[in-house]
């Protein structure tokens, strides 16, 4: 896999087929980026586990924090480093020793580690580095058009909304 681009069915496959996301990292500083995608994935339906040995026990945005990945209560279909490149190594480990695997290991925006990389990849783990998840979102469902962003995508079909209330758009186009 070319770390340095990734085809938008790549991506797009990753989010339509995980469920149960450990989002290493997680803040309950609702400033911290890691708390604003913790609170939106969430609200597009994903299962989002935070892992944050500095308040484990405690709750976030309704969800149980854990201290570790060992610690979370059944399978992790994606295991999201809200750490620094160099503790991805680690944690990346850490995903390695878990039963079952998990599919996908997702490194956020300017956290990368190749060999971190490689091993799970030998390992049949699916790996994105220096992406955020919720941006990708964004920009494959057009919601990020919303505020003016270009997303690259181009389409004349009309996106799908998904659930309620406040607007929100699907990854799949009809």
Not at 57 to 85: C, H, Q, W
Not at 88 to 107: F, Q, R, S
Not at 128 to 154: A, H, T, Y
Request: aromatic share 6%.
């Amino acid at each position: 896999m070319d770390h340095s681009n990734y085809p938008n069915d790549y991506i797009r496959g990753i989010l339509n087929s995980v469920k149960t996301i450990a989002l290493v990292g997680a803040s309950a500083n609702p400033a911290r980026p890691s708390w604003i995608v913790t609170k939106y994935l969430l609200e597009r339906g994903y299962d989002v586990i935070p892992v944050n040995p500095g308040i484990a026990g405690t709750e976030l945005l309704g969800k149980k924090v854990y201290g570790s990945l060992a610690e979370v209560p059944g399978p992790i279909d994606m295991v999201e480093i809200f750490r620094n490149s160099e503790a991805a190594g680690p944690l990346t480990d850490e995903a390695l020793a878990l039963d079952p695997l998990p599919k996908v290991i997702w490194m956020q925006l300017s956290v990368r580690n190749d060999e971190a990389a490689a091993r799970a990849e030998a390992k049949g783990i699916k790996v994105v580095m220096d992406r955020c998840p919720k941006i990708e979102f964004g920009r494959l469902s057009g919601e990020i058009s919303w505020q003016g962003v270009n997303s690259r995508m181009l389409s004349s079909k009309k996106p799908v909304l998904s659930g309620k209330g406040f607007q929100k758009l699907g990854l799949n186009r009809p």
